[in-house]
């Protein structure tokens, strides 16, 4: 993934866990991508402290995913949601005749993913 | 969910953002069911310490929570996983007519729940 998108999905999980302060800065900075000099004049904050607060956090918010995984599992869960869909498409298309064994490996990948 | 249990869940969720130590006495307290004596015992830590350490910990993990939801989302995850183990399973049993229908309603829900 992209850095730049990672922060970015990386604030929507753990912004919470940051300050309002910290939150807004990096809002601006990773999703609305306002330059450091216009972030220090919409916080009345200076472009050094900005930069800090956005480097800090950076590593913040990498350190809460390699600790809680909400992010990782969060894209597993989706890969998982997209198989599941796809196999029950399949299976709409097969004969009847198959179904029992196509249900049950269904169930099977349900239990082992989701 | 009885409090002792739904501590000891956060646990697992959340013990790694807690230091090791904090980590490692949670565990004792609400998943080995040692005494604060014992406890303090063990870890070479004072009665007083220790039981402040408890309940310190106890209140960021509720907080945590209260931030990030990780366990009300699993919560949630494991109720839809019964949910669509349940239709697939009434889905087996029904006459293959009314499949097409059935198969649609439990993607839909995958898709609004999963």
Sequence with gaps: ????IEV???IDF??????DKQN???????????????ISEITN???QAVYDIIKRCHKLLVQYESKLQIMNKDLEL??????????LNKLKSRQ???????IEEIKQYVIDNI
């Design 24 to 38: 807004k800065i990096m809002n601006l900075y990773y999703n609305e991508d306002f330059s450091l000099k216009e």
């Design 45 to 47: 904050t200076t472009r």
């Design 96 to 102: 009847s005749d198959e179904l029992y064994d196509n």
């Design 1 to 4: 993934m992209d850095e730049r």
């Design 8 to 10: 970015s999905v990386l």
């Design 78 to 87: 989706k890969k998982a949601k997209k198989q599941l869909i796809d196999r």
């Design 14 to 19: 753990y912004g919470n866990l940051l300050t």
